[in-house]
């Protein structure tokens, strides 16, 4: 693999203005994105730069996409009291934190009836359908994704 190949997938938004900078648990500052739609990023989930920590928080209007294992959703949360489903960016699929199928109250967006008598399943079912039609992230991913599910 050659040295340009392991960049970070969101080296090639250096130039495009970030929504904020927050600091991570290691000290260091971190850009986050807001709706990104820019080309080379989606090139760059797509075709081999490390999507390592590459995270995402996904709210019913608007995608917030940062690169680090040092900024946590949780901390993005905290520090700017946005909150919305938690998500990793990989390069075909999207994983999903399971708190959304836990905790769906927290979720009116896509959660929209009474989901308290359904089985874990058909939340999933529920949610994977909201992210597959998901304008936001159908931008990034112009040939499809899968979703995933992570703890």
Not at 82 to 107: K, Y
Not at 125 to 134: C, F, G, K, P, Q
Request: one cysteine or more; charged letters at 25%; proline letters at 3%.
């Amino acid at each position: 693999m050659r040295l340009f190949e392991i960049q970070k997938a969101t080296q090639c938004l250096n130039e495009t203005p970030s929504f904020t900078e927050l600091t991570g648990r290691d000290g260091l500052a971190y850009q986050v994105w807001k709706n990104p739609t820019k080309q080379e990023f989606r090139n760059a989930i797509k075709h081999g730069s490390s999507t390592d920590g590459l995270r995402g928080l996904l709210t019913g209007t608007d995608l917030y996409i940062w690169q680090s294992i040092n900024l946590l959703h949780a901390d993005f949360e905290r520090d700017t009291t946005i909150l919305g489903v938690r998500i990793a960016l990989r390069s075909d699929e999207v994983r999903v934190n399971d708190e959304t199928i836990d905790q769906p109250e927290h979720f009116p967006w896509i959660f929209t009836k009474d989901v308290f008598d359904m089985d874990i399943e058909a939340r999933r079912t529920i949610v994977a359908a909201w992210l597959l039609s998901n304008d936001r992230l159908n931008r990034l991913y112009a040939n499809g994704f899968k979703v995933t599910w992570y703890s």
